[in-house]
C-alpha cells in the first residue's frame, strides 16, 4: 500500500509508504509547531503584562502555568478518547480548542479572562502524544524514532518562533490582542493540514471516559501548585499554604484509589508507576521542570534594566526571541540526529547524554550572565540538550508498551512533563518573590542564580535517573 488506510473499527491502519508518511509527518510537525508557539507566545510579554493589570510576579506567572495546568489534565484525557475514537479526531479537537482560546485571550480585558483563555490554549499540549501515537500506528518500524525526533523538534523551533512572532508585534503594538490573532490563525492553518494530510488510526470503539478521574487530578495539581506559588505571600506556614498542600494529599490519594479500582482509568497505574514506566516518566518531569523553568527565567532577566539593577541585558520584547535563536538550530540539529543515537546506545542513555548538554546550559548561566554571548551560548548548549533528550524521551515512554497503549503510554509520559513544568513555573515563581531588591517587588540577581542551578540541578536528576533506567532495562539496539 501506497497510503494509511481505515480500517474496521478496534483494528490499526497498516504502515503508511514513503510519499504518504511524507506528508502525514508535514502535518503532524506543523500542528506541533503551532502548539509550540501558543506556548512561548506570551513569554516575552509577561513583564509587560504585570504592568498592564497591576499584578505581581506569582499572579503573572499563573498566565504561563495555566496553559500547563490544563495540559496536564488534558493530555490523558484526550490520549484516551484517541485510543477509543481514533487519533485524528482529537487532534483536530485539540487544536480546536487552542484556535478557541487564542480568541478568548485576544478580547480579554482583565488577568483572569486572558488565563481562562491560557488554559483553553494550554489543552491543545495533548496534540504531542497524540502525533507520537500517530506516527507509531501509521509509520514503518524504521522511521518511528526519527519521525517523533521530527515532532520533538518543534517543541523548541515553536518556542522560539513564538517569542519572535511576539516581539515583533510588541514593538509596534501595547496590547497583547494581535499576537493571540495570529496564533488563532496559526492554528486553523494546522487544522487544514491536519484534516487533510492525517490519517485516521488507532480507533477501538467501546469503553468509557474517566471524567471523575481528570477532576480529581485537576484538583489536586491545582492545589499543589497554589500551595507552591503563595507560600512567600502567605507565608508557607499558614494555614491556607498548610490547608492546600493537606488537600492536594488527600486529593491525590483519593484520585490513586479511584484509578486502581475502575476498570477503565484515565492514568493506568502500571504505565506511570510500573517497573519500565516509573523511571522513564520520573525523567520526564524532571526534564519537564529544567525545560520550562527557561520560559519563566529567560524573559524576565533578559528585559531586566543592567542599569538600574546591576543584572540583566536590558533588551527589548523581540530579543526574547532573538536571543534564542540558536536554541531553534542546534535543537532541530540535534532531534534529527537523536535517532542514530539513540539506534546505537539505546533511548535511555540518548536521554541521559541530552539532560547532561540541558545541566550544563544552565550551570553556564549560574556561573556566566552578564554578556550577550554567555544569552546565546546558554541557549545553544540547551538546544543540543533538549533536542536530544526530547527525542529519545517519546520513544522511551513507548517502546515497552504494546501498540495499543501508544496514546495512553505518550499522554503520561507527557503529563508528568507538564506537570513538571507547572511544578517549575510556581516554584520559580516562589524564588523570584522571595528575594527582591529592597524597597521593589523585582527579583534580585542572586534569586535568578539560585534558580539557574536548582533547574540544572534537575536536568543532572534527569540523566542520573536515565542512566539507571538504561542499565536495569536494556533496550536492543535498533
Known amino acids: 500500500m501506497t497510503g494509511a488506510s481505515t480500517t474496521a473499527p478496534g483494528r490499526l491502519a497498516p504502515p503508511a509508504g514513503a510519499p504518504r508518511t511524507a506528508m502525514i509527518l508535514v502535518a503532524l510537525a506543523t500542528a506541533g509547531l503551532v502548539v509550540s508557539v501558543q506556548q512561548t507566545l506570551v513569554i516575552p510579554l509577561l513583564p509587560r503584562l504585570m504592568e498592564t493589570f497591576h499584578v505581581s510576579v506569582t499572579a503573572v506567572t499563573w498566565v504561563f502555568t495555566a496553559s500547563l495546568l490544563a495540559g496536564a489534565v488534558a493530555t490523558p484525557l484526550l490520549s484516551r478518547f484517541g485510543d477509543m475514537y481514533g487519533k485524528k479526531r482529537m487532534i483536530l479537537l485539540?487544536?480546536?480548542?487552542?484556535?478557541?482560546?487564542?480568541?478568548?485571550?485576544?478580547?480579554?480585558?482583565?488577568?483572569?479572562?486572558?488565563?481562562?483563555?491560557?488554559?483553553?490554549?494550554?489543552?491543545?499540549?495533548?496534540?504531542?502524544?497524540?502525533?507520537i501515537g500517530t506516527i507509531r500506528d501509521a509509520f514503518p518500524a524504521h522511521r518511528v524514532t526519527t519521525a517523533i525526533g521530527v515532532i520533538s523538534a518543534t517543541m523548541g523551533v515553536g518556542g522560539t518562533i513564538g517569542m519572535i512572532v511576539t516581539g515583533l508585534i510588541a514593538d509596534r503594538?501595547?496590547?497583547?490582542?494581535?499576537?493571540?490573532?495570529?496564533?488563532?490563525?496559526?492554528?486553523?492553518?494546522?487544522?487544514?493540514?491536519?484534516?487533510?494530510?492525517?490519517?485516521?488510526?488507532?480507533?477501538?470503539?467501546g469503553g468509557r471516559p474517566d471524567y471523575a478521574g481528570a477532576v480529581l487530578?485537576?484538583?489536586?495539581?491545582?492545589?499543589?501548585?497554589?500551595?507552591i506559588s503563595q507560600g512567600n505571600a502567605w507565608g508557607w506556614t499558614s494555614p491556607g499554604v498548610l490547608g492546600l498542600f493537606v488537600a492536594a494529599a488527600v486529593l491525590c490519594a483519593v484520585w490513586v484509589v479511584l484509578e486502581t479500582r475502575i476498570r477503565e482509568p484515565l492514568v493506568r497505574l502500571s504505565l506511570l508507576v510500573g517497573s519500565r514506566s516509573l523511571s522513564a516518566n520520573l525523567a520526564?518531569?524532571?526534564?519537564?521542570?529544567?525545560?520550562?523553568?527557561?520560559?519563566?527565567?529567560?524573559?524576565?532577566?533578559?528585559?531586566?534594566?543592567?542599569?538600574?539593577?546591576?543584572?540583566g541585558l536590558s533588551g527589548s520584547v523581540l530579543d526574547v526571541g532573538l536571543y534564542t535563536l540558536p536554541s531553534t538550530v542546534t535543537m532541530l540539529g540535534c532531534s534529527v540526529l537523536a535517532g542514530r543515537l539513540a539506534g546505537r546506545i539505546g533511548p535511555a542513555f540518548t536521554l541521559a547524554v541530552g539532560s547532561v548538554f540541558a545541566g550544563l546550559s544552565w550551570m553556564w548561566l549560574a556561573f556566566s550572565n552578564a554578556h550577550v554571548y554567555d544569552m546565546l551560548a546558554f541557549n545553544a548548549i540547551q538546544g543540543v540538550g533538549f533536542g536530544i533528550a526530547?527525542?529519545?524521551?517519546?520513544?522511551?515512554?513507548v517502546e515497552h508498551v504494546p501498540m495499543h497503549q501508544s496514546g495512553i503510554a505518550s499522554g503520561i509520559n507527557a503529563l508528568v512533563r507538564t506537570t513538571g513544568g507547572s511544578i517549575s513555573g510556581a516554584a520559580v515563581a516562589a524564588v523570584l518573590t522571595a528575594y527582591t531588591v529592597a524597597g521593589t517587588d523585582t527579583p534580585t540577581l542572586a534569586a535568578y542564580e539560585l534558580c539557574f542551578w536548582i533547574t540544572a540541578a534537575g536536568a543532572a536528576l534527569a540523566a542520573v535517573v536515565a542512566v539507571v533506567h538504561g542499565v536495569r532495562h536494556r533496550a536492543p539496539a535498533a
Not at 390 to 397: I, P, S, V
Open 217 to 227: 487530578l485537576a484538583a489536586w495539581l491545582i492545589c499543589m501548585l497554589l500551595a
Open 94 to 131: 485539540a487544536i480546536g480548542t487552542l484556535a478557541a482560546g487564542s480568541v478568548v485571550c485576544a478580547l480579554s480585558g482583565s488577568l483572569g479572562v486572558l488565563i481562562a483563555g491560557r488554559a483553553l490554549q494550554g489543552v491543545s499540549v495533548a496534540l504531542i502524544p497524540l502525533a
Open 284 to 311: 520526564s518531569a524532571l526534564l519537564g521542570f529544567s525545560m520550562y523553568a527557561m520560559f519563566t527565567l529567560i524573559a524576565g532577566f533578559i528585559q531586566a534594566p543592567r542599569d538600574e539593577l546591576g543584572y
Open 390 to 397: 526530547y527525542a529519545a524521551l517519546g520513544t522511551l515512554a
Open 173 to 205: 503594538t501595547t496590547s497583547h490582542a494581535p499576537v493571540f490573532l495570529v496564533a488563532a490563525g496559526l492554528a486553523l492553518v494546522g487544522m487544514a493540514l491536519i484534516a487533510v494530510c492525517a490519517p485516521d488510526v488507532g480507533e477501538r470503539p
